[in-house]
């Protein structure tokens, strides 16, 4: 179909669920562990554990040389860090992004937690992104296009004067991680020209992830080459799940 974009069958969509339902497990298990003194390094080795005991893979080891388990970024990080000896301490957010291979397909899917207490403009910062990920999905009909699920993120962040990370975005998820189409986090008055915004049709399996920022929306890498940070070191958040669209509404694949 236009934009590349793979149609799943109902099969494909019931092992997508069984992998999906191992990421969540898995999610499940590591935010159980989250506390002030664990490091980083035990919660990816949890993240593996959980994963392979349901006959799962972790899908982040290696691909395109990720060298852990799970995506670990703490504070000012935003996405793609990797786990470490550091320490969590009270008042940290930590964002645990998984993926599992079942059956060859991919699940995809993370949440913001709290270490401990944090600040009163963190606490919000993490809950409203969190429903601006569940606005996204509510946009996930037949019929609606692509930008419609941006469009839906934004207008509910944007009001806090949150900045809504534009380099990193959603995508199409199925027998790999990473498949057409990308999907922005905010609406096409911003996105570049020519940019493909097919509609949404039953079949199509999305994986939505808002990032957003307390601060500026810019970000950048570290020397390490994998941690995206706030350009401003202000705190982010990040919250995802692996959705289907399907006749009935949207089918949130990484939740039971
Ligand atoms: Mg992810
Ligand atoms: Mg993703």
Partial sequence: MPGGIELKTADEIAYMREASL??????????????PGITLDELDAIGERATLKRGAVCAFKGLYGFPKNVCISVNEQVVHGIPTRRKLVEGDLVKLDHGAIKHGFYGDSARTVHVGKVSAEAARLVEETR?????????????NRISDIGTAIEAHAAPFGFGIVRDYGGHGIGKKLHEDPHVPNYGPALWSRGQPNPRLRAG???????????????VEVLPDRWTVVTRDGKLSSHW??????????????TRP
């Fill in 204 to 218: 199509i399996v999305l994986a939505i992830e808002p990032m957003i920022n307390l601060g500026t929306h810019e």
């Fill in 240 to 253: 995802e799940h692996t959705i289907a669209v399907t006749d009935d509404g949207p089918k949130v694949l």
């Fill in 22 to 35: 191992i990421v969540f497990e898995a999610l499940e298990e590591m935010q159980k562990a989250v506390a």
């Fill in 131 to 143: 429903l601006a990920l569940e606005a996204g999905i509510q946009a996930m009909v037949p019929g």
